[in-house]
């Protein structure tokens, strides 16, 4: 099994839309979560950590559930600059992550 | 703080030839990582370092080197090029579980 599993979509949504990806993880050790964003060409950059009790930034929303091994984002409201890969990392003990393919998601007008 | 710094930006390589991409970081931080993202796929890692002096393999080790004398750099050296290790390379520094990635080197392998 892959240590980390992601649809790779892309998923293809309207403006204004709600979109939620959901990621799973093999390491039942992993301590810490977190999802990056990718934009095209470009390098990967923190979007949010991932807390046991959930937590919100503004349109985006992350759950963990650790007795299922999943990890999910909520975006709201998509904007087209939302349109970028989404990666979930779980890390153990190593700060060292493995990194999966990453959701893709495209906003269109 | 310029964060994560990358050199060279582009790259175009023969096959058999040498050489070292660069990655320095000034925030201090103890752990460092190479990865190579092909077209459609993840981030796979190569080596990474847990601090100065200390290296080990991640998952696609093979064809590359790494040192890492100082806390603030850690350069990977491509031994002899090959089409295979055609690719975006990515360094990243890690605090507190918090990848930090350069802006990476596309490299090209003819």
């Known amino acids: 099994r892959k240590e980390v599993e992601q649809d790779p979509g892309p998923f293809n949504v309207p403006e204004g839309a709600t979109v939620a990806f959901n990621c799973t993880y093999s390491?039942?050790?992993?301590?810490?979560f977190f999802w990056y964003r990718q934009d095209c060409r470009k390098e990967p950059k923190l979007l949010m950590s991932v807390y046991s009790s959930g937590n919100e930034d503004g349109r985006f929303t992350a759950q963990l559930n650790r007795a299922s091994q999943y990890i999910s984002l909520l975006i709201r409201d998509s904007k087209l600059s939302d349109s970028a890969t989404y990666l979930c990392v779980p890390q153990g003990g190593s700060y060292i992550p493995t990194f999966g393919r990453g959701t893709s998601l495209i906003v269109h007008p | 703080n310029a964060g994560v710094t990358q050199t060279p930006k582009f790259q175009v390589l023969k096959t058999g030839q040498s050489m070292t991409l660069q990655c320095a970081q000034d925030m201090n931080h103890e752990y460092m990582s190479w990865y190579r993202q092909d077209p459609g796929m993840g981030l796979r890692l190569i080596h990474y370092s847990v601090g100065a002096g200390i290296t080990d393999q991640g998952e696609v080790p093979n064809g590359y080197n790494v040192s890492r004398s100082t806390t603030e750099d850690f350069p990977l050296r491509l031994l002899s090029a090959a089409p295979s290790q055609t690719s975006v390379y990515f360094c990243a520094s890690t605090q507190t579980g918090t990848q930090y990635f350069g802006p990476g080197t596309r490299l090209t392998v003819l």
């Open positions: 390491n039942s050790a992993s301590q810490s």
